[in-house]
């Protein structure tokens, strides 16, 4: 079947089987690969993208779900001039190391500093409760981001 | 990668569509966020003929408070609570329940309908729910029917639901100034709860005017309710908690991957003890 996305922007039409996974579209019809695949169970955050303004793990959903709907990977995070605010402060702090898990906490540290109103540590790390790294310890990812957030 | 096995897709934007698809379909899978359902179909626990998505069906979106009755459309996303229920303690505990989903991602994609079907007894909103007298309202092609939460699950993963049938949502009355509390207890591995227990209650003079709890987990399986007619004779907290352990002594909880049945009743106690320490404290 014909399926329609709007995913940074771009209009993408393909004619894929109704058992495409969103995070398959993103990834092999658009070709944006910042979008990882890790756990496939929507436990680890690692495929999280913005659906019309929310975050949603796209290893949970169809293609065809999302179908009219406006898509931000972490490739659409980035603004004109480079990164936006949370992927630079990530990098500049060394908040990441391997980086697998960087679509997860951008998008997710994006949309908290974006809608989150107060910010203080326990939001934000309710807040980022859906996305795992394997390598950091979560204490440099969880400062950087509380920090961005705050000055928002 | 896990692939889902092959289906028709079949969206719809009636009831009326939905009824005559599901009926013509021996062996059709309604999605509403997907969230476990697309988590089924990648595991090929279920390989059904077509998957009907009723996400666009405008009565299900609905939400409507009439004086003090409150009525939750199935596909109001869980996130989504918080912002529309009203103030009353009854929402109140449904907002608690449902801030414990997940994360956020889970919960902007997750539908109250959907958590209140799939019957699991880790889900969180039955539980809350049937603490508050929820009904169940069920659309079919001939009517409406409204079944109280109570008597929705058969037993874990099986609802009353037929062929056919959808859940419109889930209506409830408003409670106020009632005090409420939600516990619940996380294994962590395959995301199940042991227990989780819901309780509301409302305090005047020092005296226990209502107080209502529900259970269910892992340990305990579909959800089980208590009031205070139960303890008609009873106003000392003590005793109302020895009551509840004695119940849970009476239920046959297994040894199992989990945990041990002496864990997983010790873990009942300590939450029903919480949870009755916060609503009945004078
Ligand atoms: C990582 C992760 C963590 C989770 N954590 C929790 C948790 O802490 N607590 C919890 O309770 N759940 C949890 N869940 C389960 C799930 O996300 C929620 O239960 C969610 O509310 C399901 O809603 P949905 O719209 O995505 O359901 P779907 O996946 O669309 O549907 C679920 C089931 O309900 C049926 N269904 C849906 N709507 C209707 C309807 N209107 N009428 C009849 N049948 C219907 C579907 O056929 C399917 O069998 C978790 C899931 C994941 C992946
Ligand atoms: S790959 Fe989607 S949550 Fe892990
Ligand atoms: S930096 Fe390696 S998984 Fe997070």
Known sequence: ?152 | MKVPPDFKYLRTYTLDEYYEKANQLSLPLIISGGTVAVLMLKNRIIRPEAVIDISQIPELNMLKIDKDDVFIGANTKLYKLKNVLPNDSASELIVKSASTIGDIAIRSMGSVGGNVCLGDPSNDLPVALTAIDAQAVIGKKDGITYTPITSFYIKPFKTILNKGEILLGVNYKMLNGYRTSYKKHFINFLDHYVGIVAAIAKIEENTIKDFRMAMAGEAVGKPVKFDLSEFSKVDEIKTIKERLFDYVNTIHVENNRFGTANYKKKVLYTLISRAIDEVLKF
């Open chain 1, 1 to 152: 079947m014909k399926i329609k996305l709007n995913i940074n922007g771009t209009d993408y039409e393909s004619e894929e089987e109704p058992r495409m996974l969103l995070v398959d579209f993103i990834r092999d019809v658009a070709g944006l690969k910042g979008t990882h695949v890790g756990c496939e169970t929507g436990s680890c955050g690692a495929c999280m993208v913005l659906l019309d303004g929310m975050p949603v793990k796209s290893c949970l959903m169809l293609a065809v779900q999302a179908e009219g709907k406006k898509i931000i990977t972490i490739e659409g995070l980035s603004e004109k001039n480079g990164l936006n605010k949370v992927q630079k402060a990530l990098s500049e702090k060394k908040a990441l190391q391997c980086g697998f898990c960087a679509a997860g906490f951008s998008i997710i540290g994006t949309w908290i500093s974006e809608n989150e109103k107060n910010i203080d540590d326990k939001k934000v790390k309710e807040g980022l409760a859906g996305v795992v790294c394997r390598c950091s310890g979560y204490d440099t990812i969880i400062k950087t981001i509380t920090e961005v957030a705050k000055n928002e």
